[in-house]
């Protein structure tokens, strides 16, 4: 009961609303509410601030509910290692990815899922590393891709997959032959990630400490628009060079390096919350990563 009652708080603070919460929860919102109630009372502390509608968490609320959402977690890990010691593995696993990395960790996500057909994994993508970040934390998912690079990482096992390099990609109509430098690139007609996402800023950063200043004409979330664009001709675009390991290019895109001397390469990490043990299905995705880069 005590976990329901939890489950419920939980629903509120992630919804910021009663009907919703008790949508999500499957149950009535007067039940929502009682539960509540009654949690308060054995906690001996208010939780919500409420009149008729949430109006946020109090302090104790906002002290108590990354501890409510641990017990949660560890209860959903009891279960699932519960079912692979009676079924083998099996349950759903949950990863953020920075844009940058969803092609690269493809094959091992392949790889992962071929070898256990009762495993099914969501990948939610188009998000920045602080995001990734805030919702392993808040455990709405169980693995993150991020760059880790300045990054407050407090709380969670951190492991590099690899490091990554910009390269620049151009398209039918573009004249560039051989490598180039950041002068060259800062001329040409560009497509890049969006300001603010890690991807874009190692770029910027890196024509910057060159003298450079790029200025795109179009900007997009996804990888997959940008190869798009470049692909229609007279377009270029720079993106990391652990795309071209995992991705099949488009008819007549050219990849040039560019000669640089800094900055040094950009550290791609996949991390979970530091518990021990882990859960089993992070464990074995994590051995899956292990296993393939030997």
Do not use: N
């Not at 109630?37 to 002290?63: C, F, M, N, W, Y």
């Not at 017990?71 to 699932?80: G, V």
């Not at 969670?156 to 398209?171: F, K, S, W």
């Not at 997009?220 to 099949?248: H, I, N, S």
């Amino acid at each position: 009961m005590l976990l329901r009652r939890l489950e419920y708080f939980v629903a509120v603070a992630r919804e910021e609303h009663f009907s919703y919460a008790a949508y999500t929860c499957g149950v009535s919102q007067p039940a929502l509410s009682d539960g509540i109630s009654k949690l308060e009372q054995d906690l001996g502390v208010p939780l919500i601030r409420r009149s008729r509608q949430v109006q946020g968490l109090t302090a104790e609320g906002a002290a108590l509910l990354p501890r409510a959402r641990r017990l949660l977690e560890d209860r959903r890990a009891l279960y699932e290692q519960a079912h692979t010691l009676r079924a083998g593995l099996g349950g759903r696993l949950r990863v953020g990815a920075v844009p940058g990395a969803v092609t690269t960790i493809a094959p091992y996500l392949d790889r992962f899922v071929r070898d256990r057909p009762a495993v099914h994994v969501d990948v939610t993508t188009a998000l920045e590393s602080t995001e990734i970040i805030d919702r392993v934390h808040a455990f709405e998912f169980e693995v993150g891709v991020i760059y880790p690079a300045g990054l407050d990482t407090a709380g969670l096992h951190v492991d590099e997959l690899y490091r990554e390099r910009p390269v620049l990609l151009t398209g039918p109509g573009l004249e560039v032959r051989g490598p180039v430098d950041w002068s060259a690139v800062a001329a040409l007609p560009l497509g890049l990630l969006h300001p603010g996402m890690r991807g874009r800023a190692a770029v910027d950063a890196a024509a910057v400490a060159a003298g450079e200043h790029l200025a795109p004409r179009i900007e997009a979330d996804a990888l997959a628009t940008l190869l798009a664009l470049v692909a229609e001709g007279g377009w270029a675009t720079v993106l990391p060079d652990a795309v071209l390991t995992a991705t099949t290019l488009p008819a007549h895109v050219q990849v040039h390096t560019i000669d640089q001397d800094g900055p040094a390469a950009t550290p791609v990490a996949l991390v979970r919350v530091d518990s021990d043990p882990p859960p089993v299905l992070v464990t074995a995705f994590a051995d899956t990563i292990t296993d393939r880069r030997r």
